[in-house]
């Protein structure tokens, strides 16, 4: 049996403190599952803050990072305030972690941007620490980037063993580290360009994505059952004349209108066709946990209230 449908929107933040909290309490009543934060420098709040500030403001809707970059907090500072986060929440936090791609956020900060291999090796380190961190006790850990000594887990997270896991990519050797560390595996685009470009978009088509999911399944092995996999939609339309929208779209990143209508990061189309679409690709991918972009949320409320829990 397919697992039911989940939603999440992602955010990245508000003007005022009143006009965030009124945010968090909309997507609440929308039907919304997860208020999602990205985790970078520039126009958006600072997920941590903001994600507490979401959570007081409401009493359901889940809080979630996508996705915290390792490079920018030592492991052991991220799991303090994950936890945190988890216990202020009364047990809300999805923990999303990744290795960094975006180029200009490490040139504009100075931080080293190290090679892809060095980033996913030294994030794996880092998950590790955490997840002991989760178990609580002290936490002591010796690697090639970090070492530990005696650190004592407080405060202890609501969730056990812990907060959902969530990693995402969109190449093999990060899919396969999520494939077998996390609980909720995101497939995105591949990153390896570090910004965004026609490249990058065009390795969401549904090609790339059966072949992520390849990935996903032969790392995962017998664990494959037990991973909610997830896919942001970047891009949301609700419009009469689907062909034309997608064929406009298509045309301004150098693709086929089909390559937009199958890749599960576009939506385009009335109610009805989104819903068909999800369901479709449920049915080939297996992807039952969907991220909307918050300019489309209100629109797509329908959407959501019709597939949660189906």
């Given at each position: 049996m397919p697992r039911p449908f989940r939603f999440g929107v992602e955010e990245h933040g508000a003007p005022s403190a009143k006009a965030w909290r009124d945010k968090a309490r909309l997507f609440e009543a929308l039907g919304y599952a997860t208020l999602f934060l990205p985790d970078h420098f520039g126009e958006q709040v600072s997920p941590i803050a903001a994600l507490m500030s979401a959570a007081d403001a409401t009493t359901r809707l889940r809080i979630g990072s996508l996705v915290f970059d390792n490079d920018y907090r030592h492991p052991v500072v991220l799991?303090?305030?994950?936890?945190?986060?988890?216990?202020?929440?009364?047990?809300?936090?999805?923990?999303?972690?990744?290795?960094?791609?975006?180029?200009?956020?490490?040139?504009?900060?100075?931080?080293?941007?190290?090679?892809i291999g060095i980033r996913i090796e030294r994030m794996a380190e880092g998950l590790e620490i955490i997840k002991r961190f989760f178990a609580g006790g002290a936490v002591s850990f010796e690697g090639k980037h970090y070492r530990v000594q005696g650190v004592d887990a407080f405060p202890s997270a609501v969730q056990k063993p812990h907060p959902p896991i969530l990693i995402g990519g969109g190449g093999r050797r990060m899919l396969s580290l999520a494939a077998r560390e996390a609980d909720i595996v995101s497939v995105n685009y591949k990153l390896t360009e570090g910004q965004i470009n026609q490249n990058l978009i065009s390795t969401g088509r549904a090609q790339a994505t059966d072949e992520k999911l390849k990935w996903i399944k032969e790392?995962?092995?017998e664990r494959f059952s037990q991973i909610e996999l997830c896919a942001t939609v970047f891009v949301a339309s609700v419009t009469e004349d689907r062909d034309g929208m997608a064929a406009r779209l298509a045309s301004s990143?150098?693709?086929?209108?089909?390559?937009?209508?199958?890749?599960?990061?576009?939506?385009?189309?009335?109610?009805?066709?989104?819903?068909?679409?999800?369901?479709?690709?449920?049915?080939?991918?297996?992807?039952?946990?969907?991220?909307?972009?918050d300019r489309a949320a209100e629109k797509l409320a329908p959407l959501v209230e019709r597939l949660t829990g189906t």
């Open positions: 799991a303090k305030e994950a936890a945190t986060l988890d216990l202020l929440s009364d047990g809300r936090l999805e923990f999303g972690l990744g290795a960094g791609w975006l180029t200009s956020d490490y040139e504009q900060t100075g931080i080293p941007l190290d090679s790392a995962a092995g990143v150098g693709l086929e209108p089909r390559d937009l209508l199958d890749m599960p990061h576009f939506l385009i189309g009335t109610i009805d066709q989104m819903i068909e679409d999800l369901q479709a690709r449920r049915e080939r991918y297996g992807i039952s946990y969907v991220v909307l972009p």
